[in-house]
């Protein structure tokens, strides 16, 4: 049988987190530690896993151990299994997911993968099918002719430097700002009213925007001034390798530019169904934004303009770009789960979903639980049947409530730590 060896995220050995922290090259050694002693007994038999609920870290990750087993040697090609853990549910889930795998499947890197859903596995099987299905179509994996180095650190983050470009009523994209969301005028038109201090909202209008479009395959020049640059929709290539090439073109000419990315180049006719679009715009959006590439995004294969502008949203919280509501990270549950996470999950979200920039974990066990939280602010770990231990980040502070109290014990200790907000007033009905 095979065996897998995985490292996870927030549970490496002392000895490794002395030596290189809690880093993708600590979780890469300790994985190939591991590996060795498998070889030293002519066990070969082995596929690799690096498990973050953090698609950027997971990305780093697989690309560092991809690119150590090649410097191995080629009796170092082992199989990669890839997954974003605790990625939770629904659509936020699915989106995490789509990032982490979905950007790995389109560099070349993965044999098997797994979408981990806190739901019915059934519901994973269809959405890795889709996430196979559209890599071919999202990233090009032969070299380009005349083609620039890299324009970022695949192994790292680190955001691009661009000039800051106001985009009207106060805001501006560029610089250190938030990553924005625009929107088309049509889009715009049929979102209709936006509530004062409505968090989901369009950050300009592209129409509007000093928008310019290039052809990233030979170098280009731009206008005198500043504005926005982006890939025009009419250059055949696929988006993540079209905004890459856009970035590395910019950077030989030392062009500080903010980019716009978008989410496809050509709008697939008929429109995608809302949950493959889902996939694509996370997969090309997310592994961009990665890579460190984007100012604003523009998301235009979800044909419901309100579902466009969410999914911006979403996108930008699960890459950990910008964080506008509760972030979870739930495991997907397995025989050691000790309460039914979908509905303690359901129970949490109901009391915290209002409360932006915090994240809660929602883990079924002891035994794997407080080492997946990752860098959650709150977990909510099973303790023992019935009961509940409840963390503030990784230190454990109240244990063995009865699993009856334990989100209204949540609450008080997310309360105690100057985290809770009360949540807004139901709007009123006519
Ligand atoms: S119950 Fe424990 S071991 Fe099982 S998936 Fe959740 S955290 Fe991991």
């Given amino acids: 049988r095979a065996l897998r060896i995985g490292t996870n995220h927030g549970s490496l050995s002392d000895r490794i987190m002395n030596r290189y922290g809690d880093t993708p090259l600590g979780m890469v050694e300790s994985a190939l530690e591991f590996a060795r002693v498998c070889r ?4 070969h038999d082995l596929v690799f896993s690096m498990k973050s609920s953090n698609p950027k870290v997971m990305i780093a990750c697989y690309r560092l151990l991809a690119a150590r087993l ?3 040697g080629p009796d170092w090609n082992y199989p990669l299994h890839l997954g974003v853990t605790e990625a939770g549910e629904g659509e936020d889930g699915r989106i995490k997911s789509a990032i982490g795998i979905g950007a790995l499947l389109c560099d070349g890197i993965g044999d098997t993968i797994r979408v981990s859903l806190t739901e019915d596995s059934i519901h994973e099987i269809p959405v890795c099918r889709d996430l196979i299905e559209q890599t071919g179509r999202l990233a090009n994996l032969e070299p380009l002719p005349d083609c620039p180095p890299l324009p970022f650190d695949p192994f790292e983050y680190r955001r691009r430097p661009a000039d800051k470009l106001p985009l009207g009523e106060g805001l501006a994209c560029g610089g250190d700002e938030p990553i924005r969301v625009v929107v088309s005028r049509a889009q715009r038109e049929a979102l209709g009213p936006i509530a004062p201090g409505q968090d989901v909202r369009p950050e300009g ?3 509007d925007l000093p928008v310019v479009g290039v052809d990233p395959r030979q170098p280009f020049a731009l206008p005198e001034g500043a504005g926005l640059v982006t890939v025009r929709d009419d250059v055949p290539l696929p988006a993540i390798t079209a905004f890459r090439l856009l970035a590395a073109r910019l950077r030989q000419m030392n062009c500080r530019w903010p980019i716009l990315l978008k989410d496809c180049l050509r709008l697939p006719e008929p429109p995608l169904p809302s949950r493959l679009a889902l996939l694509q715009s996370a997969t090309v959006l997310g592994a961009l934004l990665a890579d460190g590439l984007g100012d604003a995004l523009w998301v235009r294969l979800e044909p419901d303009a309100s579902q466009a502008l969410r999914l911006a949203y979403n996108i930008l919280q ?8 509760t ?3 739930a495991c997907p549950s397995c025989g ?3 309460f039914n996470l979908q509905t303690v999950t359901a129970r949490i979200k109901a009391r915290t979903a209002h ?3 915090v994240k809660i974990a929602i883990m079924g066990c002891i035994v794997n639980g407080p080492g997946e939280m990752a860098d959650a602010d709150f977990g909510y770990v099973g303790g023992a049947p019935g009961k509940v231990n409840l963390y503030v980040g990784k230190t454990p502070v109240k244990f063995n409530i009865p699993e009856a109290e334990a989100v209204d014990r949540l609450v008080d200790l997310i309360r105690e730590h100057g985290k809770w907000i009360e949540p807004p007033a139901p709007a009123a009905t006519s």
């Fill in 355 to 357: 409360l932006k920039g």
């Fill in 318 to 325: 699960a890459v950990g770009s910008r964080s506008f509501k």
């Fill in 70 to 72: 090649a410097e191995l």
């Fill in 327 to 329: 972030d979870y990270v």
């Fill in 205 to 207: 209008v592209v129409e």
């Fill in 336 to 338: 050691r789960t000790l």
């Fill in 40 to 43: 030293r007994h002519g066990f």
